[in-house]
């Protein structure tokens, strides 16, 4: 999904989550008559936020077993090449090698919390200086004091951007076959965009 550009050519501060809406039609059905033994299915919808423009820049649907690792490098491979990115922040299902290493290739530092019990990587690895850093810091420190200092709570943005989302478009999928369903995801994405936009106030330095 191509978003417009609003970082006005100043490095992006990208957070991303998910999260899942549900697909209404026979599987909902099913439920209400037998019960939840029968297996609900899902879409997830990814989100990538700037954190200076408060604007959706990415944005990806996937099939429920897809985690947001997997997701990550579809998110910022929608960021264009000429816009540099200074950080991307997640949660801890971002702490992989595989994540770390597409947040190097595009030259950002990643903001993620190593996961509880986690151990240091190799220096050969992507990142790992930073990584075995936040180890080193949050077992010194604590986990909620590295997140202050670390800017890790800035990704309540992205969290309020995922209530708006399932909140001002609903937490069901109207559509029943995969490219509609895409399409869907899309124009939803696309009002909360343009909602934000229109509601955000345009400051202006006078003195």
Known sequence: MTLPEMSGGEPIHLVVDSTGVKLYGEGEWKVRKHGC?????????????????GQI???????????????LPGLLAQIPADEPIDTVGGDGAYDTKRCHKV??????????????????????????????????????????EWKKHSGYHRRWLIENTMYRFKTLTGN????????????????RVGIVYHMVTFARPQSVRIS
């Open 37 to 53: 033994s029968k297996r609900r299915t899902w879409r997830k919808v990814h989100l990538g936020l700037d954190v200076k423009t």
């Open 57 to 71: 820049r990415a944005a990806l649907m996937t099939h429920q077993h897809v985690d947001d690792a997997k997701a």
């Open 103 to 144: 947040i190097a290739g595009c030259g950002a530092t990643p903001s993620i919390p190593p996961r509880e019990g986690a151990r240091p990587w190799s220096e050969g690895t992507p990142r790992a200086s930073w990584r075995n850093e936040a180890i080193n810091g949050i077992a010194r420190d604590g986990r909620g």
């Open 172 to 187: 069901c999928l109207a559509a029943h076959c995969i490219g509609s369903q895409a399409t869907e995801v899309a124009i």
